[in-house]
């Protein structure tokens, strides 16, 4: 159901949302100064009401090739700022965040629509990258030493790769420029950023805090725009750009990849998941529920690592789903605003779309509705929690990634239909497990075709552990020891012995 809020709370919301609001800058940012871009203003809306909550500068294809100019002017000095000059711009950009964390939370809130104790949650998840690669810019490190043959000494040095694209989703807007950003500027890389239209807002606000933190002009430039293609095509086609890494679906990546080949420009691509979840018969019930709900409903259902595929033994099914239904059924959806809300609002109408249809194909198919399955009258862009069991393996959202308030529940009966259910597709980027046998688990861990893995847990990332993905899922890492280097090239120099 939907939640209201009430009073005076509601007016306190207001009042900050209305003074926040009027301090986001409105305008690109290029070489260190707010500029105006030269399209039709872009409209940022509340997913939750869908009122309008900023008018901003759209950026054109022009505004993008000055954004590019910035970042490669400045790339030779800040690739010969000392690597402890950088670290300790990144580690006053996570103080800065730290005392600024209630404006960044509401402001997601506010254009994303995830519940205000999630989006506290994102700063401090967000935050994390910028603490962890500030550390992380004096480890860069080489090797030095004899060859096999003791003809002479071979010395390795890492780079900075040079000037980057990064393009990043909706869905996690403070996050995802961290994770990007973060160890771009640690390797000594300059950046163009161009952050999703649906949630624009919570990067100019970031990338206001970067430049109080001491970021150089022209090292961090954000081009806001809703002519995505036409804008990043020529970007991505200049020969000066080296690297382009990008969150978003599989269809948009296998595109950016192919345009990314004709520069051989390095890439990382975070893409599209369709996880498994398996809950095998002597799993702890209550704590697959509670990963469950943490896999699934985060974010409302609107991340690449939601648990898609619900696959449990069929001895226990029945008590899962009940448990799993009795849960779903207790959360408070509304605007995320109200405190008492633990589940949000879709991020668009087209989205709500997309869950009823994915719900209608699987019910046509055989699939029982437990709880759900409806769109709430009122504003906003809702749809209720919903369970389903029964699904069959030729329902879309088995094919699909949800990327919503939806679970789907189908059964199996060994561990080898398992394994099977859980790789038959085509993506690859995280699966979760629950089963009190440890023997059991690790098989799983080397089973199961992804590149990440929950085991007993629903919820894995961290900024200092290797995301990404296998098959249709992406390429390279995002985060870890592993972040850092995809941002780093390696030269390696022989000097002949004497």
Known sequence: MSVLLEGAVAFSVKERSTALLARIPDQLYINGQWQNGTGEPIVVTDPATGRVLKRIQN??????????????????????????????????????????????????????????????????????????FSEEAVRISGRYGANPEGTGTMVV???????????????????MATRKIAPALAAGCTVVVKPAELTPLTTLLFVQLLEDAGVPAGVV???????????????????????????????????????????????????????????????????????????????????CTAANRFIVHASIAEDFSRQLTDRVNALVQGPGTDPRVNLGPLVTDAAVDNIVALVQDALSRGATLLTGGIRPDGPGSFYAPTVLTGVSADSRMVREEIFGPVVGITTFETDEEAIELANDTEYGLIGYIFTNDMTRGHRMIDSIDTGMMGLNTGL???????????????????????????????????????
């Open 460 to 498: 894995v990332s961290n900024a200092a552990a290797p995301f990404g993905g296998v098959k249709q899922s992406g390429l390279g890492r995002e985060g870890g020891l592993e972040g850092i280097n995809e941002y780093l090239s390696i030269k390696y120099t022989l000097i002949p012995g004497s």
């Open 221 to 303: 430039n954000v081009i806001t725009t809703t002519q995505s293609q036409a804008v990043s095509a020529p970007i991505i086609a200049d020969p000066r750009l080296r690297k382009l890494s990008f969150t978003g679906s599989t269809v948009v990546g296998r595109a950016l990849i192919a345009q990314a080949a004709q520069n051989v420009l390095r890439t990382s691509m975070e893409l599209g998941g369709n996880a498994p979840f398996l809950v095998f018969a002597d799993a702890d019930i209550e704590k697959a529920v509670t990963g469950a709900m943490l896999a699934k409903f985060r974010n409302t259902g609107q991340a």
């Open 157 to 175: 040095t890492h780079r900075p790769v040079g000037p980057c694209y990064l393009i990043t989703p909706w869905n996690f807007p403070l996050a």
């Open 59 to 132: 950026a054109s294809a022009a505004d993008g090739a000055r954004a590019l100019d910035a970042a490669v002017a400045a790339a030779v000095s800040w690739a010969a700022t000392p690597a402890r000059a950088r670290g300790e711009i990144l580690r006053r950009a996570f103080d800065l965040l730290q005392e600024r964390r209630e404006d960044f939370a509401l402001l997601m809130t506010l254009e994303m629509g995830k519940p205000i104790a999630e989006a506290n949650g994102e700063v401090t998840y967000g935050g994390e990258f910028l603490r962890w």
